[in-house]
């Protein structure tokens, strides 16, 4: 591909891309490209961009860049503490209120309360938000700390034993009060370096030094890791994170305070239904200050929710719109019902997101006409088929 090429695809995905793309200076290389952003706000632009809407493969032939004078300012997050990453700046909800509340209570009590902690749960939830934190605070404190991935573990270990510094390396890692290891889920396969990490594991936990994990799944999980490993890991305290839709809401609500962008449901709505972690929020919040929700591009797509509706008035020979209103003929009211408990069923969405698709106050109208698809099925044969089969046929066509 050249160059042209590539600046035409971007720019099909965002209108405003001509104007940002003339502050960048792009050199090429090998059939790559590379991106040198003026600062900070174009960087995270560009990347955002090839993260969420860009096809996946041109993720491998570009890369980004911040201008050299610009990059001192920005901290890499590997094998340091960033201090953005803050307990003040982390928004609790009911999916990692948990996981907050023992952080926050292992640096009152650093390595006597819960040893190890063990963090767990899908990309984008706030574990490495959790560690960073405990991290900086403890630091600020006077603790020793070190934050690592388990990669970059990996990594500096081989490092250190090719200039036969092995000791050093153990040395480091045994001296601290705080030991963060993120992504553990890298340690599969990585039979020295779970030697080495089980080694200083053992001595920081008999000296009582705080350890903390974070993994992208339970330990049991874990392929590739040493049973006595996985053993230890489960020895504490085991935490999981999620991201529930309550939280995802507060979450949303907030970034969009801190960015200073006017709220309106249709783009908490939109958040709600285009994002799976907060770091998809983030990003396309990011997106959202730089260009205006208006020209965001999956706006046009309707989203499942709405298709669900759709699906439902066209079944039963109604205009969407129908399903809106307050007509309250049997055919009608058969249909919103219908409609609500599929976007329950087959979406899995939150009550409060059905109730705005379908126009209605509050959420109280959607547990009613879910309810009540449910106890007409127990009694009514025909119409049990009947929603079995809509919800078939929605699983397919949505
Ligand atoms: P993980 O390590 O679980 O993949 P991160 O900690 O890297 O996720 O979180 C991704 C992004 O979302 C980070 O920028 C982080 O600051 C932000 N984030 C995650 N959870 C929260 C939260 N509860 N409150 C505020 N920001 C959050
Ligand atoms: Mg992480």
């Not at 749960?121 to 574990?127: L, P």
């Not at 089980?198 to 992208?216: M, P, T």
């Not at 020895?235 to 809401?249: F, H, P, R, S, Y």
Request: charged share 35%; aromatic share 10%.
């Amino acid at each position: 591909m050249n160059l042209q090429a590539l600046i035409k695809k971007i720019e099909s995905v965002d209108s405003y891309a001509g104007e940002f793309l003339k502050k960048f200076e792009i050199k090429t290389k090998d059939g790559k490209f590379l991106f040198i952003a003026p600062n900070s706000d174009y960087r995270e632009w560009l990347e955002t961009l090839l993260e969420g809407f860009l096809e996946e493969d041109l993720r491998n032939i570009i890369e980004i860049r911040e201008k050299e004078d610009n990059e001192e300012k920005r901290i890499e997050i590997h094998g340091f503490l960033n201090p953005r990453y803050t307990f003040d700046n982390f928004i609790v909800g009911e999916g990692n209120r948990f996981a907050y509340e023992i952080v926050r209570e292992a640096l009152e009590n650093l390595g006597y309360l819960y040893n190890p902690i063990f963090i767990y749960g899908s990309v984008g939830t706030g574990k490495t938000h959790l560690l960073q934190a405990i991290g900086n605070e403890a630091k600020r404190r006077g603790y020793r700390v070190i934050y690592s991935s388990a990669n970059d573990f990996a990594e500096e270990m081989v490092e250190y034993l090719k200039h036969g510094k092995i000791n050093e390396f153990r040395n480091k890692y045994k001296s601290v009060d705080l030991l963060l290891l993120d992504d553990v889920q890298f340690l599969s396969g990585k039979e020295r370096t779970q030697i080495e990490f089980f080694n200083i594991f053992n001595a920081l936990y008999l000296l009582e030094k705080q350890i903390i994990l974070a993994s992208d799944r339970h330990p049991q999980k874990l392929t590739d890791v040493s049973d006595r490993l996985v053993s230890r890991f489960e020895g504490g305290i085991l935490v999981e994170i999620e991201l529930d839709t309550n939280t995802k809401l507060k979450i949303i609500r907030e970034k969009l305070k801190q960015y200073n962008i006017k709220t309106s449901s249709e783009l908490i709505n939109f958040l709600l239904q285009n994002t799976k972690n907060v770091r998809e929020i983030e990003g396309k919040i990011k997106l959202i200050k730089l260009r205006g929700f208006e020209k965001l591009p999956e706006r046009k797509e309707k989203n499942k929710l709405e298709k669900i509706l759709e699906f439902v008035a066209n079944y039963y020979a109604l205009k969407p719109e129908e399903l809106l209103s307050d007509k309250r003929t049997r055919r009608v009211n058969e249909a919103k019902q219908i409609g609500m408990y599929l976007c329950r069923k087959v979406c899995s969405a939150s009550l409060i997101e059905i109730a705005r698709v379908f126009r209605k106050k509050d959420h109280t109208t959607v547990i009613h006409a879910i309810r009540k698809v449910e106890e007409r099925k127990k009694k009514d044969r025909k119409f049990r088929h009947l929603v079995g089969f809509l919800e078939k046929q929605a699983v397919e066509k949505i």
